[in-house]
């Protein structure tokens, strides 16, 4: 089956505002986020972020907002409504951005996440992703 090299507006978009980074592995997520989220875009979010829980039992995030504009509300709310009850299938999860209004979001939801969320300013995206990357030391 050969697969179309074409691509339409709509998928450049979609690839514009949600882009998955090559940091992504089955365990972790890493998305950048840019411009105006839709619906459409939350929903290929939770189905990327789904999988990974399904397939580890928990998923860690990493979650760079760069030039973020504007989230549609009904967009967070179901976002939030899915963070509220999966909240305990997330591994670390790392909110990186560069305006006030994101660190604020990154505290609203952390206690909802099983292990919290921790906000880093875009300056320290590599230390974020590291963070994300890392393994937790099990205490026996």
């Known amino acids: ?3 179309s090299r074409s691509i339409n507006q709509h998928t450049l978009y979609l690839l514009k505002m949600l882009q998955v980074l090559p940091e992504t592995t089955d365990e972790m ?4 986020v840019s411009g105006e989220l ?3 875009d ?7 972020i789904r999988d990974r829980m399904k397939a580890t039992g928990e998923a860690r995030l990493y979650y760079e907002m760069a030039d973020l504009d504007w989230v549609k509300p009904g967009a967070a709310l179901e976002n939030a409504l899915f963070d509220i009850v999966h909240g305990r299938e997330y591994g ?5 951005g560069e305006k006030t209004w994101q660190e604020w979001a990154a505290k609203l939801i952390s ?6 969320v921790r906000y880093f300013d875009l ?4 230390q974020a992703m590291a963070w994300v990357q890392e393994q ?3 205490e026996v």
């Open 1 to 3: 089956m050969a697969v």
């Open 29 to 32: 997520l890493a998305v950048r």
């Open 38 to 40: 839709t619906n459409e």
């Open 42 to 48: 939350f929903d290929r979010y939770r189905e990327l």
């Open 92 to 96: 670390r999860v790392a909110m990186v």
């Open 111 to 116: 206690p909802v996440k099983k292990k919290g």
């Open 123 to 126: 300056t320290e995206r590599e």
């Open 136 to 138: 937790e030391q099990h």
